[in-house]
């Protein structure tokens, strides 16, 4: 039943008109700012306001992947009207449900610097208790750490509360370059001369039964190699917050030559390491071939690379590896 | 005016006010779309969604001398003196049962088992399927036609032949001695030279080695 306008307008002016009992609280308030942002799963281009970075000093140190994408114009956020010894608390969900991490960084009190310490991870539709209480404000680094590369939009809410009252930031996360793969050096001129004299082979020995050299598989013991040079290994650097990928390598030859040019990968390290194989490479082909599986977040991973001509090239050709993450 | 506080079911913000006259309802329902529409502005949108990444190095692999050939002790010096031909050498009279069925005289021969002192010939290379060749040719006081050469194949620790091979003194028709070998490999022979007269002045015998 509607009640008559003129008697709910007497009501509710009739509310408004009695004042607070003397001690009696106002209602807390919480609020954020920005209230929605955005970013793309991509690692080279995330969006304005986003970075993505690997191994930050604001990652919480319980993340087992070291690379995520942090909102590093901060989100504002404020209690007022609440009890002094009252914590503040956050929880995130996504919809569609995802797979990924939060974390929360204090950028500051009075304005968005950089956080000195590490964040703190965020459960998912669960509030986990942040470092602040009662009435205060507090700028925040939001870390957002994909531990898949989506196909379509996902909208994180991240939701502050204090007591009973709560705001929450909408982060709209949709797709792009989850994963980029970088090679050093790009390219690499290989000269056919067992004797290196010939020309400058910079970073290329000859050599026969080097453990690295896959003989077992091929019929032949000796082979070129990229990696014992002063210049060091080829450098395969994977960027990403993705867990669980996999690097497959496969190549082509450009003309395809009347006898094969056989290659092979060792492993030579990670990181910056270049250390000689002592296990015998993986032979690639023109099909992508596993070479590195299981991995998570960003990765460096050093390889000799061995490549056996069949045949003495009467011309150039062009050996075109592939490396692929996913 | 009057205030109306129930909610608007016209209105996306569910907890709304909406004024007796209903101005209000229709105004939050506006503010609600342009906000939605700024939102779908501001999102990126990518160039292209992608779930793995690669990337790409390119080898040129441009001729060069894909095949070398070591010939160990590059060279060695034989006198024509059965009784003291030199370090490493020595003289058969009879002929050894691994020399040429053909050869009837005495023959002098470079090698010593387990001595390290024979022929050592290495290949290097990353090819597969090669043969290796030679022949030899002569000058000063000797002749292709008055000296024959053999070669005998060996071990590391150069033991003792069982076989050999005539030479080719034509480098056009070399004789061959290994097939369809496969990136580096090292041969060691033994050395027979068969001068069928006493020189009377130094002679060069030189053996010429090809892979390919």
Known sequence: MRLPRFFAATLLIAALAVPLEQGEA????????????????????PGSGWTFGTGAAWFPAVWSDNAAYTYTSCVRVSAANANGNSSWSAEYTTSPSTSLHVGLAVAGTASCGTPAAAGTDIGNSSFTTLNQTGNATAYYYVVVQPTVAVSSTVTISLTFKVQSTAATLAITMSPGNAIAVTITPSSAGLLEDVTLSAGNNSGWAFAAGKPWIPGTTWN????????????GCFTVSVRTSVQNWNLSAFYTTSPTPSKPI?????????????????????VIGS???????NQGGTQTVDYYVVVQPALAVTSNVAVTMTFTAQ | MTTD???????SCSKALRLSNGNLAR????????LAMAIRIALPVPAHAATSGSGNVVITVTPGQSVAVTVTPATLSLS????SPGTGWMFDATNAAWMPNAWTHGTYFYGVSGSGNCLAITISTSLSNWGLTAYYGVSGGLTSGNTS????????ACGTPTSSQVLSANSGAQTTLQTSQNGSQTFYYYVAVQPTIATAANATITITFTAQ
């Not at chain 1, 106002?26 to 281009?45: K, R």
């Not at chain 1, 056989?262 to 993986?282: E, F, K, W």
């Not at chain 2, 506080?5 to 209105?11: F, L, Q």
């Not at chain 2, 024509?80 to 009784?83: L, M, Q, R």
């Open chain 1, 287 to 293: 099909s992508p071939a596993t070479v590195l599986a």
């Open chain 1, 26 to 45: 106002a209602n807390p308030t919480m609020a954020v700012s920005p209230a929605a942002t955005s970013f793309a799963e991509d690692v080279n281009s």
């Open chain 2, 149 to 156: 050469l053999a070669l005998a194949p060996s071990t590391a």
């Open chain 2, 27 to 34: 105004a939050c329902t506006l503010t609600v779309v342009l």
């Open chain 2, 5 to 11: 506080t129930r909610e608007d079911e016209d209105c």
């Open chain 1, 262 to 282: 056989n290659v092979a990968l060792a492993q030579a390290g990670t990181g910056s390491t270049c250390n000689a194989p002592a296990a015998a490479g993986t």
């Open chain 2, 80 to 83: 024509e003196d059965v009784t």
């Open chain 1, 220 to 231: 032949d013991n000796s082979a070129y190699t990229y990696g014992t040079g002063a210049a």
